[in-house]
C-alpha cells in the first residue's frame, strides 16, 4: 500500500513538474515582441496604392507583396531630414545582409512637379538597390497622404522658382501582408530599426 502510494505522489509530481514546465513555454511564446520601433498594427490602414515607379512603369501595393515595405514621403530637393532618413534606412539595409532583398523602401515624393521618373531614379539609386521612387499626380498624391495621415504643403517659389516642401518625416513599415506594422521616426537609429526588421522577417 505504501508503495502504491509513494508511485501516485511520483506520478502527481511529474505531471505537475510536467505542465508548469508547458505553462513557461506557452507563456514565453504568447509574449508580445520587444520592439524598438512604435507598435502601430491595426491603426493604418493596409499598404494600397497605384502610382509610378522611377523606371516609369506603373505599380500598385501588389508589387511589393512578399516583402517588407517601409514607406516614406519626401522629395529630392529636400535639404536635410530626406537625406539622412534614408540615409539611415541605407545603414539599416547594410546591417542586414543577405536579407536586405527582402526589404523596399519606397520613397513616395510630394513634389511631383520637380520630380519627375528620371529626377527620382537617380535620387534613390544614390541609397540602394532596395530604394524605390514613386510619384502620381497632385490629386493621388493627397489621396494617399491623407490615407497615412501624412501632412505636406509646398512653400510659395522665389523669383528663381525655387520653393521648400514640408512634409511628415515618419517611416511606415509593412509585412509581407502589407498589414502595417511599425513606425519609424527621425530619430530612430539604424540598429534599433534593423532590429525590428529582422523580428518582422522571422514571421514573414
Known amino acids: 500500500m505504501m508503495l502504491k502510494r509513494l508511485k501516485t505522489i511520483h506520478l502527481r509530481r511529474g505531471l505537475a513538474m510536467a505542465s ?12 508580445p515582441k520587444h520592439w524598438a520601433l512604435q507598435d502601430i498594427k491595426g491603426l493604418i490602414p493596409q499598404l494600397k496604392f497605384n502610382l509610378t515607379d522611377d ?19 519626401g522629395y529630392t530637393h529636400c535639404p536635410d531630414v530626406c537625406p ?35 529626377v527620382l531614379k537617380q535620387y ?36 528663381q522658382g525655387n520653393y521648400t516642401v514640408t512634409h511628415s518625416s515618419a517611416v511606415f513599415i509593412f509585412d509581407g501582408e502589407g498589414k502595417s506594422r511599425l513606425l519609424s521616426l527621425s530619430s530612430s537609429k539604424a540598429g534599433d530599426i534593423a532590429h525590428d526588421l529582422k523580428l518582422l522577417l522571422a514571421s514573414n
Open 124 to 159: 534613390v539609386n544614390a541609397f540602394g538597390p532596395q530604394f524605390v521612387g514613386l510619384r502620381g499626380s497632385d490629386d493621388e498624391m493627397e489621396g494617399l497622404a491623407k490615407r497615412y495621415r501624412v501632412a505636406y504643403s509646398r512653400d510659395k517659389p522665389d523669383s
Open 55 to 73: 523606371a516609369g512603369q506603373n505599380v500598385s501595393a501588389a508589387n511589393y507583396r512578399g516583402k517588407i515595405v517601409l514607406l516614406y514621403f
Open 20 to 31: 508548469l514546465a508547458l505553462f513557461a513555454i506557452l507563456a514565453a511564446c504568447s509574449q
Open 84 to 118: 539622412t532618413t534614408l540615409g539611415t534606412l541605407a545603414l539599416t539595409l547594410h546591417n542586414l545582409g543577405a536579407d536586405a532583398d527582402k526589404v523596399r523602401v519606397l520613397f513616395v515624393s510630394v513634389d511631383p512637379k520637380r520630380d519627375t521618373t528620371a
